[in-house]
T-cell receptor, first 112, second 108 residues
């Protein structure tokens, strides 16, 4: 089975610029998550989708972050404008149940 | 108070040592519990689920105490390849809440 695909692997941008990340979950996985992992910390949930609907976005900084999953399959996460503190690894995960989570390899963002 | 708290690391142990990781969680309504392993610059991967009855997978033993809201992971006869960050994870309503992780370094 193919895993969760994410792109790009790395991105370096200047503060105040915009950036977008893409995730393609495992086929058939209805639930998709975006996590932010700052160096030295555990992953923090930003947003959870069930098919194309948002289940939880309580920790998404909505003034600068947005995410969509229009057709209930792949998803994009956007940051506009980026701040220095947004430097982190952005992990996408998908699941069919409360137990079967699979993470992608992540996008490492550096904001300079 | 953090939702999931782990022992601060890093743990530096010799090969063959037994090492224990501890974790507490704040939400008593949490439904299921896991340990994940994360290698340097890699994504987290499921190591094992944790059950109240305790469960074992080879050299790894996990334990859950719901009354104390406490989770543990024991690694026996540690190997160089066990060096990684171990993340305590709690499922709350279908979303995974991660602890900050405890780094383990196993030395020859």
């Amino acid at each position: 089975e193919a895993g969760v695909a994410q792109s790009p692997r790395y991105k370096i941008i200047e503060k105040r610029q915009s950036v977008a990340f893409w995730c393609n979950p495992i086929s058939g996985h209805a639930t998709l998550y975006w996590y932010q992992q700052i160096l030295g910390q555990g992953p923090k949930l930003l947003i959870q989708f069930q098919n194309n609907g948002v289940v939880d976005d309580s920790q998404l900084p909505k003034d600068r972050f947005s995410a969509e999953r229009l057709k209930g399959v792949d998803s994009t996460l956007k940051i506009q404008p980026a701040k220095l503190e947004d430097s982190a690894v952005y992990l996408c995960a998908s699941s069919t149940s409360n137990y079967g989570y699979t993470f992608g390899s992540g996008t490492r963002l550096t904001v300079v | 108070r953090k939702e999931v708290e782990q022992d601060p690391g890093p743990f530096n142990v010799p090969e063959g040592a037994t090492v224990a990781f501890n974790c507490t969680y704040s939400n008593s309504a949490s439904q299921s519990f896991f340990w994940y392993r994360q290698d340097c610059r890699k994504e987290p991967k499921l190591l094992m689920s944790v059950y109240s009855s305790g469960n074992e997978d080879g050299r790894f033993t996990a334990q859950l105490n719901r009354a104390s809201q406490y989770i543990s992971l024991l690694i026996r006869d540690s190997k160089l390849s066990d060096s990684a960050t171990y993340l305590c994870v709690v499922n709350q309503g279908g979303k995974l809440i991660f602890g900050q992780g405890t780094e383990l370094s196993v030395k020859p």
